[in-house]
């Protein structure tokens, strides 16, 4: 797999200290393998970054699973393999994902001092009924209290994490959220719908009907306002879940959405450098066996060019930059010229508009992407 100078770095970390119901993320709740594990991953690192041509990280994503489980002992390990091995720019976003429970004075302390300068917040709801339904293990006081806690401590790059449609929700508690989310001190926040897994338990629990989800016109009606009432409140909705003040846009995120290069450590992470995708084993004991005994730990494909036009479509159409004619033109010429017809009725339709020879999504768009995106893709 041939590496680039500069990429974002994703860090997988599996554990979690049991398993929410609507969790589709590969995480095990247990801690057995930690030790392992954490051999594997400074191993994996020592090997990858040998491949990384000017060994430089522009961004660096810690997720999971539950990072913030990990004890700073053990989370710094792997921050140390990663500074061994690689040169981090200057201001590079450094972004760690925590669980409200695990924000305490100390560990707040222990991971500025390890360099992360960015706090994803798995709020979920402030609801603590909500929380409860779905076996989350801290409450929405704890979750306010995590985001004002680590902005004290310094981290003034917060991003909180809501799901709208959870079971029990209905949309006064949904509003609620959004309002609780607009009075904490973060300046992003990931709104996702949610979507049922197979082989969750709240997949389980739908299939035998004991479970009553909102419907696709209430989570449509939800996004919508939800869009309006951040806007209100200064979030630019720059992704379809995704918002930001001030343009404090997550980069590493970003980066996935703009084709740009990325590699992923551990199991589960995905890399991709433009020309191939690659996935790791989703299982501790395989993933941290292959890597410590030398054998590949990964699957790889590498994409054709109708891969890379439907990827394109679908990458750029997330975010609010949308799609470039140009690029469309000079790399896809014979998919545009093919699915032309297609985006022309979306802009007619207004669920695209044309900006700076870009196609840009609108947020009706983004609400029925999933129906529209076929018709732009090459067969
Ligand atoms: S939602 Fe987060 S804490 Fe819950 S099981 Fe998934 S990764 Fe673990």
Request: glycine residues 8%; proline residues 4%; contains cysteine.
């Amino acid at each position: 797999m041939q590496e680039t100078a500069g990429q974002g770095i994703y860090v997988h970390v599996p554990f979690c200290r049991g398993k929410c119901d609507y969790c589709g993320f590969y995480s095990v709740a247990s801690p057995a393998w930690r030790g392992t594990y954490l051999d594997a991953i400074e191993r994996e690192t020592r090997e990858r970054a040998g491949a990384f041509p000017s060994r430089r990280a522009t961004t660096l994503y810690v997720g999971g699973g539950t990072p913030s489980a990990l004890s700073p002992g053990e989370l710094g390990r792997v921050v140390d393999a990663l500074e061994r091995e690689l040169s981090f720019d200057a201001g590079a976003e450094r972004t760690i994902e925590v669980n409200p429970e695990d924000v305490t004075r100390e560990n707040l302390s222990a991971w500025r001092s390890m360099g992360f300068n960015r706090l994803s917040i798995g709020a979920q709801t402030f609801s603590d009924d909500n929380l409860r339904l779905v076996h989350r293990r801290h409450s929405a006081r704890q979750a306010i209290d995590a985001t004002r806690a680590a902005a004290d401590a310094g981290f003034d790059n917060l991003s909180v994490d809501l799901i709208t449609g959870l079971p029990g929700q209905d949309d006064d508690t949904a509003r609620r959220d959004i309002e609780t989310l607009t009075r904490l001190p973060a300046c992003h926040a990931s709104v996702y719908l949610l979507s049922v897994d197979p082989s969750t338990r709240l997949e389980r629990l739908a299939r035998q009907g004991k479970l009553a989800l909102a419907g696709d016109d209430e989570l449509a009606a939800r996004f919508a306002w939800t869009s309006e009432r951040l806007a209100g409140a200064g979030f630019e909705h720059y992704e379809i879940s995704n918002f930001a003040r001030d343009g404090r846009y997550a980069r590493h995120n970003t980066a996935y959405w703009q084709r740009r290069h990325y590699a992923g450590l551990g199991p589960a992470a995905h890399s991709f450098d433009g020309r191939a995708r690659r996935w790791n084993v989703a299982h501790v004991k395989r993933y941290a066996d292959a890597v410590l005994s030398g054998a590949p730990c990964f699957e790889e494909e590498i994409l054709g060019d109708a891969d890379r036009y439907n990827e394109y479509v679908m990458t750029s159409l997330r975010v609010t930059w949308g799609a470039s004619r140009r690029v469309l033109r000079e790399e896809f010429p014979a998919f545009y010229e093919r699915a032309r017809p297609a985006w022309e009725r979306l802009l007619d339709a207004r669920l695209l508009r044309e900006d700076n020879d870009h196609f840009r999504p609108t947020p009706a768009f983004w609400i029925i992407s999933d129906a529209l995106l076929p018709g732009l893709f090459s067969a």
